[in-house]
């Protein structure tokens, strides 16, 4: 363990006043729900808006229902590189899993293969909006008409982010948020769930009725851990938690047994002013991202107002990416990896995709890294991270990853 000033590689900061309204949320949580519904309802112009204790479980909540409205039907198409949370809902509600490979530019869906991955049985599919990057969601759309898939948006990483003048998480039959640690705005860990669909809504609200509430006990152990974040989070404390294999700081798990439960009065009231604390955050990660942009020369995308959850970077060699790894470690710098591998590879489910291989989520597994964007980074850091790519610039031919979308058409050269 290195006691040095360290980065995290995600962080959503959450102040006093805050903690204050998330012990108040104990005892008033109604309250504290009922006014989060409503401002969420505003802010993303739709009639029906759920809670949930967290994006998993609001993307396995959002699948049962589906699944309602559609029983004879039991795939979900995804990305083949994606969170490995979207699968572990898929099968926690008892759905199989059918993949598309992705298109290294955009980190989605590769369209020209898009339209041979849908089956008689495929339920819905999942239209992500990785790092904040907008989907096109217009040819998503229009593929579920096509093919009669509901259209759910993956907006867990894009809060803020919007399409025009609609909100990210709008634009589908049913979207969903994270309000996870990391995530643009967080209270610890819950799960939002956006919807115009009356049919939808309906069978959603059935699977609520069924879900518990937390318990006292676990709304204190949920409060200790916002707690114990805050502290930590800062780069001044950082080398603390991260520097405990323990607790498995920026691994990626597979898992299907996690809780499923309503957001909680502490949890809604944690969000006390959310609204304003996303802009101010969003803000700092769309600057800072154009800092880094600008500073190693990448391409500049024309959504220079992305709230870049973490800045995505491709590299062209195992050498590089080693090296930069290595630096990051050294310096305390948070550059990261994401999901160290595409979705077929996870050994709990990889028997359903047989010999089927998916070369581009692989290249992308293998060659992304992420840079902070978050209210801690300084510009000392930033100076620093470009220095960790631009000591031997020429080997690492480093590639910006660029969303696209119906006004936005940008291609990338190596």
């Not at 029983?71 to 949370?85: D, H, M, N």
Request: aromatic share 8%.
């Amino acid at each position: 363990m290195k006691i040095q000033r360290t980065v995290p590689p995600a962080a959503a900061p959450i102040g006093m006043r805050s903690l204050i309204h998330g012990l108040a949320g104990i005892f008033f949580g109604k309250e504290y729900r009922r006014r989060l519904e409503d401002e969420l309802r505003d802010y993303f112009d739709v009639k029906y808006i759920f809670l949930a204790s967290s994006g998993k479980a609001a993307l396995t909540i959002i699948l049962r229902a589906l699944r309602s409205l559609l029983p004879e039907k039991s795939r979900v198409l995804i990305p083949a590189y994606t969170c490995f949370s979207v699968p572990s809902s898929i099968v926690r509600a008892g759905l199989r899993v059918s993949l598309c490979d992705v298109d290294p530019q955009t980190l989605n869906f590769d369209h020209d293969l898009l339209e041979s991955c849908a089956q008689k049985d495929t339920l819905c599919v999942i239209a992500t909006h990785l790092f904040g990057l907008p989907s096109d969601m217009e040819k998503i759309n229009n593929f579920g008409k096509r093919n009669g898939l509901f259209i759910v948006e993956d907006a867990a990483q894009a809060m803020g982010g919007k399409h025009g003048e609609k909100p990210l998480g709008s634009l589908g039959d049913v979207g969903f948020l994270s309000l996870g640690r990391g995530k643009n705005i967080t209270c610890g860990s819950g799960g939002v769930i956006v919807t115009d669909s009356e049919s939808i809504a309906c069978e959603i609200e059935r699977e609520q009725r069924q879900i518990d509430e937390m318990s006292i006990a676990e709304i204190l152990k949920e409060f200790i851990k916002v707690l114990l974040m805050t502290i930590f989070l800062r780069p001044s404390l950082y080398w603390l938690p991260s520097g405990l294999p323990s607790l498995k700081l920026g691994e990626t798990m597979y898992d299907v047994d996690f809780p499923i439960r309503k957001l909680s009065g502490m949890q809604a009231g944690l969000l006390a002013g959310w609204r304003r604390r996303l802009e101010e955050s969003n803000a700092v990660r769309a600057r800072n991202a154009s800092s880094l942009t600008a500073r190693l020369n990448l391409p500049r995308p024309l959504l220079t107002s992305v709230p870049y959850l973490r800045l995505p970077v491709l590299v062209k060699s195992r050498e590089a990416r080693e090296h930069i790894d290595a630096l990051s470690l050294k310096e305390g710098l948070g550059i990261s990896k994401m999901y160290p591998a595409p979705i077929n590879q996870i050994d709990e489910i990889r028997g359903q995709f047989k010999e089927a291989e998916f070369p581009r989520a692989s290249e992308v597994a293998e060659r992304l890294r992420t840079l902070p964007t978050h209210q801690f980074v300084s510009e000392k850091d930033i100076e620093t991270i470009c220095r960790c790519f631009e000591n031997e610039y020429d080997a690492f031919n480093t590639q910006q990853v660029m969303g696209r979308h119906k006004n936005c058409l940008n291609k990338c050269s190596s």
